[in-house]
Structure formats: structure tokens, C-alpha cells
């Protein structure tokens, strides 16, 4: 027994989030490279080159900066903070709080502000 044939007007309706093109990129391959070059240096400085630990120190703050530019343009390209926050293992409002908008807040109440220069 077959079912009756159904009307267009049954259809799936579409999903409120539209599927994105998953492109094909080597990303695990050449992450695991750059981990490879990080212990890899890791190593030649725990051997003695002490005046490295300044340049190793600066890599860190180097990747923070990096991956900053790099979760605030996925956010730009339209993936959610909850999106972006699952692959991190946190939550949707610590990503946000962490990497979203990082402009200074403008003083608006100046009435605590010295005008004359000294201390109140």
C-alpha cells in the first residue's frame, strides 16, 4: 500500500538558517605543523637561549592578537557567538564578552571629571 501522494503545500518548510558551503581546507594538517614549530622552539629554548624567552613570550600575545582578528571576522561572516563559543568550549556570552566589541566606552557623565587641573 502506498501512501497518498501529497500536496506542494506540505512540504518541509526551509530552515531559518540558511546551510553554508563547507569548503574544503587543510586546516587540522597545518595546525598540527604549527604545533609542531612551537614545541619545536620550546625545546631550543629550555636547551640554554635565554634571550629567546622575550621573542616566545611576544608569540603569545601574537597568537591572542591572531585569533582576535580571527573570531571577530567569523562573527562579521555571520556565524553566532553561541556558534563560535560551542567550538571553543565556552559559553555564547564569555566568547562575546572575550572577542566581541572592544572599542572604549565613551565618558558621558563628566561631572567627576577636575576641570582646574588638580585633585577634588
Not at 8 to 28: D, F, G, H, I, Q
Not at 30 to 54: M, N, Q, W
Not at 83 to 88: A, E, H, N, Y
Request: charge should be positive; aromatic fraction near 6%; hydrophobic fraction near 40%.
Amino acid at each position: 500500500m502506498t501512501p497518498p501522494a501529497c500536496p506542494s503545500r506540505c512540504a518541509v518548510k526551509k530552515p531559518l538558517t540558511p546551510k553554508r558551503r563547507y569548503r574544503v581546507v587543510e586546516n587540522p594538517e597545518y595546525a598540527a605543523f604549527l604545533r609542531r614549530v612551537i614545541r619545536a622552539y620550546s625545546r631550543r629554548v629550555a636547551a640554554g637561549d635565554i634571550e629567546a624567552i622575550t621573542t616566545m613570550a611576544a608569540l603569545a600575545s601574537d597568537l591572542e592578537d591572531a585569533t582576535r582578528q580571527a573570531i571577530t571576522a567569523l562573527n562579521a561572516f555571520g556565524y553566532s557567538w553561541a556558534d563560535i563559543g560551542m567550538r571553543l568550549g565556552i559559553t555564547r556570552q564569555g566568547a562575546q564578552q572575550r572577542w566581541g566589541d572592544t572599542t572604549p566606552a565613551t565618558v558621558t557623565d563628566t561631572s567627576s571629571i577636575a576641570t582646574h587641573g588638580s585633585c577634588p
